[in-house]
């Protein structure tokens, strides 16, 4: 079991930076890759950034450049960091925290971010 507490949404202003972040505990090394997606109203989930466990990212076209993926290894928990750049109206989305393990595909709650003026 993989348990995800996403934190750091919220209102930000067009051009404005966010960071998200994500605590993840339980069974840490059986995950082998951690992400970030998204979905907007009306829209499908879609993919935003991915690490995987050898330190490797990937981003969505539309955010390369002004998103950055990373992750904060301690003894008993794993943190995945989103820093979130130059916001765009159309990031905003309710964002999910994603671990993936051989076995099982583990979701957070969900955390809003709104770029509005």
């Known amino acids: 079991q993989v348990q995800l507490v996403e934190s750091g949404g919220g209102l930000v202003q067009p051009g404005g930076s966010l960071r998200l972040s994500c605590a993840a505990s339980?069974?840490?090394?059986?995950?082998?890759?951690m992400g970030w997606y998204r979905q907007a109203p009306g829209k499908e989930r879609e993919l935003v950034a991915l690490i995987i466990s050898g330190g490797n990212t990937n981003y969505v076209d539309s955010v390369k450049g002004r998103f950055a993926i990373s992750r904060d290894n301690a003894k008993n928990t794993v943190t995945v960091y989103l820093q979130m750049n130059n916001l765009k109206p159309e990031d905003t989305a309710v964002y999910y925290c994603?671990?993936?393990?051989?076995?099982?595909?583990?979701w957070g709650q969900g955390t809003q971010v709104t770029v509005s003026s």
């Open positions: 339980g069974s840490m090394s059986s995950i082998r890759a």
């Open positions: 994603n671990a993936e393990t051989p076995y099982f595909s583990y």
